[in-house]
């Protein structure tokens, strides 16, 4: 049995090559992801916004937006029979209301708290 030896002079180029080709291709794909991301955002300057767009808006998934929407819990207007549209206004309305119970929620759930180890 031979054993075929490789000059290390002879893999640098192929090694090279190949990390090459590794990168380029890398590179490429974070672009591509870069431009869909500044896309989103450049469809955001609309005052109106889709179940997608609100849902990145929102920073939830589309499933949260239509549960929203499903227990009328965000209004929205409807565009033909099957696309539903948002009011970024209306969003941020909600973000806040949420934002302000949440806060006040805790408060209480921390007041309770106090009460009790008061009387304990």
Same mark, same amino acid.
């Given at each position: 049995?031979?054993?075929? +030896?490789?000059?290390?002079?002879?893999?640098?180029?192929?090694?090279?090559?190949?990390?090459?080709?590794?990168?380029?291709?890398?590179?490429?794909?974070?672009?591509?992801?870069?431009?869909?991301?500044?896309?989103?955002?450049?469809?955001?300057?609309?005052?109106?916004?889709?179940?997608?767009?609100?849902?990145?808006?929102?920073?939830?998934?589309?499933?949260?937006?239509?549960?929203?929407?499903?227990?009328?819990?965000?209004?929205?207007?409807?565009?033909? +029979?099957?696309k539903?549209?948002?009011?970024?206004?209306?969003?941020?309305?909600?973000?806040?209301?949420?934002?302000?119970?949440?806060?006040?929620?805790?408060?209480?759930?921390s007041?309770?708290?106090?009460?009790?180890?008061?009387l304990?």
């Amino acid at each position: 049995m031979k054993s075929e +030896q490789v000059k290390l002079s002879e893999m640098l180029p192929l090694i090279y090559s190949y990390i090459s080709k590794v990168v380029k291709a890398s590179v490429s794909e974070a672009l591509q992801e870069l431009h869909a991301l500044k896309e989103k955002e450049n469809d955001l300057t609309t005052d109106y916004l889709s179940v997608e767009q609100a849902a990145y808006f929102l920073s939830v998934s589309k499933n949260t937006i239509y549960y929203l929407v499903k227990n009328s819990q965000v209004p929205y207007s409807r565009l033909g +029979q099957r696309k539903l549209m948002f009011s970024k206004k209306d969003l941020i309305q909600l973000f806040e209301s949420r934002k302000l119970k949440n806060t006040n929620q805790s408060k209480n759930e921390s007041n309770k708290c106090k009460l009790q180890n008061s009387l304990i």
